[in-house]
């Protein structure tokens, strides 16, 4: 519904107008104004499409009001009318961008014709509009995903993000790295909105990286401390994280200044990231995994490695020696927490299952259960020993063919892509758990499985689009996306348009 202002001194006037949209059936929202004053006041405080005013008006007269309006709305489109026809009006009137001068008394044909001509140029502008807005969000987007890539050129991108409004020089900035067991970000996007509305202090920008997974990158003066961006992320940890949500495994970053330490810090969250996200759920703070001396990290890795060798030479004996001393080193490294130690001895619980081919359903989330939910190192220690008896007293089962195995997922992935595939329901075709399947999918092609999904999805709607078959709406359908919206997000996200953007400059 498009806006007019009607201002007249004369109240009889105004009522005939509002008779003539009516009688026309004009899609027009109608406010009135009794001179130029109250007028201005009016565009001021509301929005205004279309401005319809008399000329000879007490206080100010209607190209006065026409000048000022213009430098409220300049997409106002302003209509003159006058008893006075003089030459002298109308030469004023196309000096303040008046698209059409009517006299009085008004003939309603030409009322009719006038009002459809400015009817048509309001929609073309906001037709206008609105796609510069979609391509300006477009754009933004893709100029924060990239500056999510730990190889990204920081400094460059951060300039350019100035042009939409985000303006990261000089400022504190931190990541929140977020993944969910499922699709949470396609599911409860308008919900989560809502919690970082909630819970996030500072300014922020949400990065939706693909429906498990998103960043949150922070951004404020002085007063952003990290103890200050912990307590935010605990806050949006605790909205996502009930009942009935799902896991939701997140990575606090460091704070730094400006661009110099911030690509240093995404490598982290990376790192971190392909460590952890796919055996725990739970918060890591970057900040507090490796916080000590650098030999000392240095040490415990290598002892770490050493246990992973044994592993892999299924030395068990070897292995349980190794541990006590790398458990020993854990207890007198006092910067090492309870959480790392967590994630360290999960990577080498997974190790033990797969050398061993422990693969049933359900082993490896019980155990993951057992030490997520430890209180300290002693009781990560016990529980570890307990997955050294299951390994030593089962019997290696006939190792499963990985090629084989992700042959048969990427045969799933592109015959049912359209349909609700998700980690979960593809481990449960192939008899595997998900941590297990995420793992030797990434190992055997290099990109996780949900990212493979939806690259693979985005390609298809891609072609569909192409050929110009099908409606917009069914191709999101056609390609596993129910949600439109989300559907038209996603893709902007990977093209940086939308899809009847793309479809228009395929055809």
Same mark, same amino acid.
């Given at each position: 519904?498009?806006?007019?202002?009607?201002?007249?001194?004369?109240?009889?006037? *105004?009522?005939?107008? %509002?008779?003539?949209?009516?009688?026309?059936?004009?899609?027009?929202? !109608?406010?009135?104004?009794?001179?130029?004053?109250?007028?201005?006041?009016?565009?001021?405080?509301?929005?205004?499409?279309?401005? $319809?005013?008399?000329?000879?008006?007490?206080?100010?007269?209607?190209?006065?009001?026409?000048?000022?309006?213009?430098?409220?709305?300049?997409?106002?489109?302003?209509?003159?009318?006058?008893?006075?026809?003089?030459?002298?009006?109308? %030469?004023?009137?196309?000096?303040?961008?008046?698209?059409?001068? $009517? $006299?009085?008394?008004?003939?309603?044909?030409?009322? %009719?014709?006038?009002?459809?001509?400015?009817?048509?140029?309001?929609?073309?502008?906001?037709?206008?509009?609105?796609?510069?807005?979609?391509?300006?969000?477009?754009?933004?987007?893709?100029?924060?995903?990239?500056?999510?890539?730990?190889?990204?050129?920081?400094?460059?991108?951060?300039?350019?993000?100035?042009?939409?409004?985000?303006?990261?020089?000089?400022?504190?900035?931190?990541?929140?790295?977020?993944?969910?067991?499922?699709?949470?970000?396609?599911?409860?996007?308008?919900?989560?909105?809502?919690?970082?509305?909630?819970?996030?202090?500072?300014?922020?920008?949400?990065?939706? /990286?693909?429906?498990?997974?998103?960043?949150?990158?922070?951004?404020?003066?002085?007063?952003?401390?990290?103890?200050?961006?912990?307590?935010?992320?605990?806050?949006?940890?605790?909205?996502?994280?009930?009942?009935?949500?799902?896991?939701?495994?997140?990575?606090?970053?460091?704070?730094?200044?400006?661009?110099?330490?911030?690509?240093?810090?995404?490598?982290?969250?990376?790192?971190?990231?392909?460590?952890?996200?796919?055996?725990?759920?739970?918060?890591?703070?970057?900040?507090k995994v490796h916080r000590g001396k650098e030999e000392r990290l240095t040490q415990t890795e290598r002892m770490k490695q050493e246990v992973l060798k044994?592993?892999?030479?299924?030395?068990?004996?070897?292995?349980?020696?190794?541990?006590?001393?790398?458990?020993?080193?854990?207890?007198?490294?006092?910067?090492?927490?309870?959480?790392?130690?967590?994630?360290?001895? $999960?990577?080498?619980?997974?190790?033990?299952?797969?050398?061993?081919?422990?693969y049933h359903k359900g082993i490896l989330f019980e155990t993951t259960e057992e030490i997520m939910g430890c209180s300290g190192l002693d009781e990560v220690?016990?529980?570890?020993? *307990?997955?050294?008896?299951?390994?030593?007293?089962?019997?290696?089962?006939?190792?499963?063919?990985?090629?084989?195995?992700?042959?048969?997922?990427? %045969?799933?992935?592109?015959?049912?892509?359209?349909?609700?595939?998700?980690?979960?329901?593809?481990?449960?075709?192939?008899?595997?758990?998900?941590?297990?399947?995420?793992?030797?999918?990434? /190992?055997?092609?290099? !990109?996780?499985?949900?990212?493979?999904?939806?690259?693979?999805?985005? /390609?298809?709607?891609?072609?569909?689009?192409? /050929?110009?078959?099908?409606?917009? !709406?069914?191709?999101?359908?056609?390609?596993?996306?129910?949600?439109?919206?989300?559907?038209?997000?996603?893709?902007?996200?990977?093209?940086? !348009?939308?899809?009847?953007?793309?479809?228009?400059?395929?055809?």
């Amino acid at each position: 519904m498009l806006r007019i202002l009607l201002v007249d001194d004369e109240r009889t006037e *105004r009522e005939g107008i %509002r008779f003539l949209i009516d009688k026309f059936n004009f899609p027009l929202k !109608v406010a009135e104004a009794s001179n130029g004053k109250k007028a201005l006041e009016y565009i001021k405080e509301h929005p205004v499409d279309i401005l $319809l005013t008399d000329v000879k008006m007490p206080y100010m007269d209607g190209l006065e009001l026409a000048r000022a309006a213009n430098g409220y709305n300049s997409s106002l489109v302003i209509i003159v009318f006058s008893a006075y026809g003089e030459f002298e009006y109308a %030469r004023q009137a196309c000096e303040v961008n008046a698209v059409n001068y $009517l $006299l009085k008394p008004i003939e309603v044909e030409e009322f %009719r014709e006038v009002m459809e001509k400015v009817i048509a140029i309001c929609r073309e502008r906001r037709q206008w509009e609105e796609k510069k807005e979609s391509l300006l969000v477009a754009d933004k987007s893709l100029l924060l995903f990239k500056l999510m890539s730990p190889k990204a050129s920081c400094e460059e991108i951060g300039k350019s993000l100035e042009a939409y409004g985000v303006h990261l020089q000089n400022k504190y900035m931190a990541v929140i790295c977020i993944e969910t067991e499922e699709n949470y970000f396609e599911h409860c996007y308008d919900d989560f909105l809502k919690i970082l509305e909630k819970s996030v202090p500072m300014g922020y920008e949400y990065i939706n /990286q693909y429906p498990n997974l998103a960043n949150i990158l922070l951004y404020g003066g002085n007063r952003m401390e990290q103890e200050g961006i912990e307590r935010t992320a605990e806050k949006i940890y605790r909205e996502m994280t009930r009942p009935g949500n799902g896991k939701v495994s997140m990575i606090v970053g460091k704070r730094c200044l400006g661009w110099k330490d911030f690509g240093k810090n995404m490598q982290e969250i990376e790192r971190l990231r392909e460590d952890t996200f796919s055996c725990f759920s739970g918060v890591i703070y970057a900040g507090k995994v490796h916080r000590g001396k650098e030999e000392r990290l240095t040490q415990t890795e290598r002892m770490k490695q050493e246990v992973l060798k044994s592993v892999r030479n299924r030395d068990l004996a070897a292995v349980k020696e190794q541990m006590a001393a790398y458990l020993s080193c854990l207890k007198v490294e006092k910067s090492s927490s309870a959480m790392y130690a967590k994630y360290t001895f $999960l990577d080498i619980v997974k190790a033990l299952y797969e050398e061993y081919g422990i693969y049933h359903k359900g082993i490896l989330f019980e155990t993951t259960e057992e030490i997520m939910g430890c209180s300290g190192l002693d009781e990560v220690e016990e529980a570890f020993y *307990r997955v050294m008896e299951k390994a030593d007293s089962m019997q290696q089962d006939k190792a499963a063919d990985v090629s084989q195995t992700v042959a048969e997922i990427i %045969r799933m992935v592109k015959n049912e892509y359209m349909e609700d595939l998700s980690l979960e329901g593809i481990a449960g075709k192939v008899c595997l758990t998900p941590a297990y399947v995420s793992y030797i999918f990434k /190992q055997e092609t290099g !990109v996780s499985l949900i990212k493979y999904l939806t690259d693979y999805r985005m /390609q298809q709607a891609k072609t569909l689009l192409e /050929q110009g078959k099908m409606k917009i !709406v069914d191709v999101g359908k056609a390609c596993g996306y129910p949600n439109q919206s989300y559907f038209n997000r996603l893709f902007k996200n990977h093209f940086g !348009v939308t899809p009847k953007q793309y479809r228009e400059g395929a055809t």
